[in-house]
């Protein structure tokens, strides 16, 4: 059983920055693909981010892409999103996720983290 646990929420003006971690817990870490999602409000959670084992490719969705980066430290068992240029459409609860990267890409994990709140302000 994977455990998953965000970190770095909170809330902030627009046009600021944001870094959220999440560490996993067991031993394969670095062999683990990793993605974060969000859902906003009224709408269905939906994929952010994603990157490989190695960290070696990442992906993004389009309304984050030049905006954010996903890196990971596998000594730390730690994937991490920097946000930076934050719009209040990016408020919403973001998860991190672990499954492979197809199923990370079409919105499905076997492994979910809580949550943890981003609140941009105008």
């Known amino acids: 059983q994977v455990q998953l646990v965000e970190s770095g929420g909170g809330l902030v003006q627009a046009g600021g920055s944001l870094r959220l971690s999440c560490v996993a817990s067991g031993r394969t870490f670095s062999s683990r693909d990793m993605g974060w999602f969000r859902q906003t409000p009224g709408k269905e959670r939906e994929f952010v981010s994603a990157i490989t084992g190695s960290g070696g490719i990442c992906y993004y969705a389009d309304f984050v892409k030049g905006r954010s980066a996903i890196s990971r430290d596998n000594a730390k068992n730690t994937v991490y999103l920097q946000m930076n240029s934050l719009k209040p459409e990016d408020t919403g609860v973001y998860y991190c996720?672990?499954?492979?990267?197809?199923?990370?890409?079409?919105?499905?994990?076997?492994?979910w983290g809580q949550g943890t709140q981003v609140t941009v302000s105008s």
């Open positions: 996720a672990q499954d492979t990267l197809n199923k990370l890409r079409q919105g499905r994990a076997d492994y």
